[in-house]
């Protein structure tokens, strides 16, 4: 059922007619004629990166909220509902209030052209400005430099490992798009850095320094790695033993060790300690990243005794990051596993902006089948047929479906017991199936 808010997002989506369009002007003019609200906000922790923001910012607040301080989080996209995108003081933000956000921020932009995202975003700002919290997490959408994030002085910056995605928008190599990603950094503040490959960590290393932005990076000044029990985190002045991250996969080590960094680097501020790190890591949430689906009428399409999985990963590290999940859960290149049960069979749906092959080239021959999907809604998406040529190209097979649900049932029919399936590609379709799944 439509709401208030839908309909007024409708609206705003019709302001520009170019859905990313980088740029800061359109937004700051907004911010003036609303009084500046991004002033006002509490002290910023301001992430950018290509992989690994939203789990981050998942670890952050379980950290702040296991300390008992409140937080404000920006995160984007949403999943099912634009809520999500905007949490206040710990909650999606209210119906009735995004209405009356909406609404203020289309009465002081009038009809001047400015994106989706950018008015959203002032919307944001004035909701964070308006209600108390000891800190907000802010995501950048896309990018850094000119994502309509960056109109901030943070209390400090954060960077998730940088790779290749959104060439078209921010570079088609990887020290331009660091480049990109490092124009958040600001003078003279605090800046915790993620692992980087060399050709990013140059770039962002050289603007920290034009900066006098002191960093903590990743191998230098902390590292974070998996125990026996859990794992890890230590720098020059810290050794702390944390239990597994709630987030699965072996990539969640360095999120949750990015989370830890940037804990410890707040600590004389907040008062943040490893009792409070501990249990962040260990009770955080993030919907649509190697999350279980344990209910809903998708997972009643399998057998008794299955798990069906969903993960938003979409490019290349994040095909990596799930080939190495596929490996820990000790599969074998038949995608069977040690009793020989089957192992995980792909539901893939993609965007035609992605690299799809770079995407599919670590999961070939690590799993029982393929299944290809469009995501639905989505104009740019990939028909079932183009994303099943890219896997044919790569030299495995892949069955093509009309939706997540036949190819479900497909694979169902085929399993003849309990049976593992991952659903991923694209945030978009993870967004489709928890609707379609309650």
Known sequence: MS???????????????????????????????????????????HVAGTNGKGSTVAFLRAIFEAAGLRAHVYTSPHLVRFHERIRVAGSPVAEDALAELLEECERANGAAPITFFEITTAAAFLAFARAPADVLLLETGLGGRLDATNVIVPALCAITPVSLDHQHFLGDTLAAIAGEKAGILKRLVPAVVAHQEAGASAVIEARARALGAPLRRHGREWTAQPTPGGMVYRSAAQEWQLPTPALPGRHQIANA???????????????LNAAHVARGIGAAQWPARMQRLRHGPLVSLLPPGSELWLDGGHNPAAGRAIAAMLDDAGLDAAGRDAAGASGFHLVIGM?????????????????????????????????AGELAAHARALGTTAEEAQGVGEAIGRIAARAGGPTRVLICGSLYLAGTVLAENG
């Open 3 to 45: 709401q208030p808010s839908d309909r007024i997002l409708v609206r705003l989506a019709q302001l520009h007619p170019k859905l990313i369009d980088l740029s800061l002007g359109r937004i700051e003019r907004l911010l003036a004629a609303l009084g500046h609200p991004e002033r006002n906000v509490p002290p910023a922790i």
């Open 257 to 271: 060790g990015l989370a830890a960094a940037i804990a410890e680097a707040l600590e004389p501020r907040f008062g």
């Open 351 to 383: 965007l035609a902006t992605k690299d799809a092959e770079g995407f599919l080239a670590p999961l070939i021959g690590r799993a029982a089948s393929l299944s290809t999907v469009a995501v639905p809604g989505a104009e740019a998406s990939l028909d």
